[in-house]
């Protein structure tokens, strides 16, 4: 099974299906929020979740850079760059 979460780094490099089916089975998917969300409801339910265990640290959120907004072309920059790993946060001044 191939599973694509993301390209936060960019365009996935051509795979030839094909090598991977002579081996066996093959199925690939690239599931997105729709895989996994019904309705407006359970995503405000779920986001609840999340945040709450990030409130209550029993989630850590890995933030390596913060920038102010007004620098956020830096930020992009950054991201483009590959000069980060985990999360960018963007403060309004």
């Known amino acids: 099974m ?3 979460y993301g390209q ?3 365009p996935v490099p051509p ?3 094909q090598i991977l ?3 066996g089975s093959l199925f690939v998917t690239r ?3 729709n895989h996994h969300i019904a309705s407006r409801e359970e995503l405000v339910e779920r986001a609840g979740d999340v945040l709450g265990w990030i409130r209550d640290g029993k ?3 890995r933030l390596e850079h913060q ?3 007004a620098e956020a072309a830096e930020a992009h ?3 483009e760059g590959r000069r980060t790993t985990g999360k960018i946060l963007l403060i309004p001044t």
Request: hydrophobic letters at 60%.
């Open 15 to 17: 795979l030839d299906l």
């Open 21 to 23: 089916n002579a081996r």
């Open 31 to 33: 599931p997105s929020l």
């Open 77 to 79: 920059r950054a991201l």
């Open 2 to 4: 191939l599973v694509l």
């Open 59 to 61: 989630l850590k959120l």
């Open 8 to 10: 936060a780094s960019g």
């Open 67 to 69: 920038f102010p907004l």
